[in-house]
């Protein structure tokens, strides 16, 4: 607090100064290297912010990809492939939307302790596998264009 003081201290024997004044984009007060910065971090913020997309739209996408049917990630087998795509859309779903796990789960007919278990490995995956992650994240970058981001509400 005593640096602000201090700031505004300084400032009261300076009068009016127009650099104060100057709005930029009809949005930011502040210079042009504050506005970059400002810039910059909102466009990180928005690349993260999850987007509104169904888990059946994800899970589309997946099976689209793998070149399978939607069967194959959705029917009650074991299979190793369709495990396999099921941890696939419970990430990306995650990753583009904001999805939950429960909600991945229950939308795939599958227990959450066996999803949570699948995704881990998946991640686990990803950090060896520099192709696989390529691959997912052009993917959530696909599902994300041109949809709307998904706000969360604060309790005010």
Known sequence: MRPYRQFIGDGMTDGHRQEYYEVKEQQYLGDDGFVEVVHQTVDEQEESRPVKIA????????????????????????????????????????????????????????????????????????????????RLDRLCDRLRQGRRRKYQLSKA
Do not use: C, P
Not at 59 to 75: P, W
Not at 80 to 105: K, N
């Open 55 to 134: 888990m059946g739209d994800v899970v589309q996408e997946i099976v689209r990809g793998a070149g399978v049917s939607d069967n194959v990630v959705l029917n009650k087998g074991r299979g190793r492939i369709g495990s396999r795509l099921r941890a696939e859309a419970a990430y990306v779903g995650r990753e583009v939307g904001g999805i939950s796990l429960t909600e991945a789960a229950k939308y795939l007919g599958r227990d959450l302790s066996t999803m949570s278990l699948a995704l881990k490995r998946l991640e686990d995956e990803l950090g060896s596998d520099g192709e696989q992650r390529k």
